[in-house]
C-alpha cells in the first residue's frame, strides 16, 4: 500500500501525517484545512503514521485486543474502560475501545511525543 504525506504547519511547529494515498485525511481533520502547507524546507516538528494494518499491532507492540504489558498510567472517568494510557518502556501507548465496532484504535508515541503511529482497522 502506497502512502502519501500531508503537512500542516501550526504555530511555527511543522506536522507531518504519513497515510495510505486512499485515506482521505483531509475529510478527517476539517478543522486544520487553513494550516494545511505544502512539504516544508524545514524538518517536520512531529510526524504521524496511520496504519490499516492492524496485524501490527502484535507484532510491533506485542499486545492483542484484550490486554495489554506495560504499566497503567491512567483511565479516563468520562470515557470508563473504553481508553487507557499506557508506559511501554521508551514509549507511550493509549488504546480507545470503539464499542459500536467491537475493536481497539491505538496509539503509540515517543515519551517526547514528537513520533506518533496510529493502528486503525
Known sequence: MTTEKTYYQIGGLVME??????FPIQEFLTSFEDFQVDEPKDKASCSVEISFDYRAVELELG?????????????SIIWGDDFRFYEMGNSYLASIYIKDQNHYWYMQCSKDFRQAKIFMQ
Open 17 to 22: 501525517i504519513s497515510s495510505p494515498s486512499l
Open 63 to 75: 499486545v492483542g485486543s484484550k490486554s495489554l504489558t506495560g504499566k497503567l498510567l491512567t483511565e
